[in-house]
């Protein structure tokens, strides 16, 4: 089946830096990828989607500026999160479907905390 | 009224009996149906996919579509402790591209 590589699992940053996210399609070209935030016991919150060789595409409330997403190739998306607050720790996790019949593969997820 | 609803549960059965999870949707432009796993601090996995109405079964889950009812069902035969988790379902909505999750049940199976 379809297999999506997320990096780094666990990280912990210091206030104020910048953190980046990598999504890998390991046996499939992805057009898109999707990027979700989920907080404790809450259900997950689409962000933003990702698409190859074009801007992302954010939800309402999500700040492109703050969440710089990059889908450069087919197979890697990146999201990117600047000037971290401790408020921006969530476990991330990526998105992608192989076709229109699959259903959609997640990556293991990041759990961010910034401190 | 929320795109996906699930019941929060908890929800407890014990090991052997059947467990039923229930979704249901607001869009009747839904096309595509998931239902997905997920342990604590880990990723959903998908446990099963449905696009038409009826049954579909795969071992001991299946999963029940009636989209005039807009309503997605989850039973699990044989509950075994290893199926303690919280279940998601989400949805396809027509032409778009991303799913739209419920905010989960968390299920419980008391050896």
């Known amino acids: 089946g379809a297999v999506v590589s997320q990096h780094p699992s666990r990280v912990i940053c210091k206030s104020g830096t910048s953190v980046k996210i990598e999504c890998r399609s390991l046996?499939?070209?992805?057009?898109?990828m999707f990027w979700y935030r989920q907080f404790p016991k809450q259900s997950l919150m689409l962000m933003a989607t990702?698409?190859?060789?074009?801007?992302?595409?954010?939800e309402q409330g999500v700040e492109k500026d703050k969440f710089l997403i990059n889908h450069a190739s087919l197979t890697l998306s990146t999201l990117t999160v600047t000037s971290a607050h401790p408020e921006d720790s969530s476990f991330y996790i990526c998105?992608?479907?192989?076709?229109?019949?699959?259903?959609?593969?997640f990556g293991s997820g990041t759990r961010l905390t910034v401190v | 009224q929320k795109e996906v609803e699930q019941n929060s549960g908890p929800l407890s059965v014990p090991e052997g009996a059947i467990a039923s999870l229930n979704c249901t949707y607001s869009?009747?432009?839904?096309?595509?149906f998931f239902w997905y796993r997920q342990y604590s601090g880990k990723s959903p996995e998908l446990i099963m996919s449905?696009?038409?109405?009826g049954d579909k079964e795969d071992g001991r889950f299946t999963a029940q579509l009636n989209k005039a009812s807009q309503y997605v069902s989850l039973l699990i035969r044989d509950s075994q402790p290893s199926d303690s988790a919280t279940y998601l379902c989400?949805?396809?909505?027509?032409?778009?591209?991303?799913?739209?999750f419920g905010s989960g049940t968390q299920l419980t199976v008391l050896p």
């Open positions: 869009d009747r432009g839904s096309q595509s």
């Open positions: 998105s992608a479907r192989e076709g229109i019949l699959y259903g959609y593969t």
């Open positions: 046996d499939f070209q992805a057009t898109t």
């Open positions: 990702s698409n190859e060789g074009s801007k992302a595409t954010y």
């Open positions: 989400a949805v396809n909505k027509g032409s778009a591209r991303q799913l739209t």
């Open positions: 449905i696009y038409s109405n």
